[in-house]
């Protein structure tokens, strides 16, 4: 079994910054493709960010692109997920999710094997 546990989320004003971890427990981190997720009120979980196991690769939501970075540190079993110039539209939920296996679509819910709680991100205007 996979725990993942999200941290770093809070209130900010438009234009902060924030940095989200997630730290991963129970099997071989490095070996996992990690993701991104938010979650606004009323609206659907939609992808924000990705990255491979190898590292090599990172996937972007084009909202975000230029604002946030994905990152990670297998000895740490911690990704992150660098925010810069929050805007209130970034105000919502944000998971962290890791799958093990072969390559998937790194933007659908259903690639994904395991999930965090979520940690709120709110960005006043």
């Known amino acids: 079994q996979v725990q993942l546990v999200e941290s770093g989320g809070g209130l900010v004003q438009a234009g902060d910054s924030l940095r989200l971890s997630c730290t991963a427990s129970?099997?071989?981190?490095?070996?996992?493709?990690m993701g991104w997720f938010r979650q606004a009120p009323g609206k659907e979980r939609e992808p924000v960010a990705a990255?491979?196991?190898?590292?090599?690769?990172?996937y972007y939501t084009d909202s975000v692109k230029g604002r946030f970075t994905i990152s990670r540190d297998n000895a740490k079993n911690t990704v992150y997920l660098q925010m810069n110039s929050l805007k209130p539209e970034d105000t919502a939920v944000y998971y962290c999710?890791?799958?093990?296996?072969?390559?998937?679509?790194?933007?659908?819910?259903?690639?994904?094997?395991?999930w965090g709680q979520g940690t709120q991100v709110t960005v006043s205007s």
């Open positions: 129970g099997r071989t981190f490095s070996r996992f493709d």
């Open positions: 990255i491979r196991w190898y590292g090599g690769s990172t």
């Open positions: 999710a890791a799958h093990i296996g072969s390559p998937r679509n790194w933007s659908s819910r259903e690639s994904y094997d395991y």
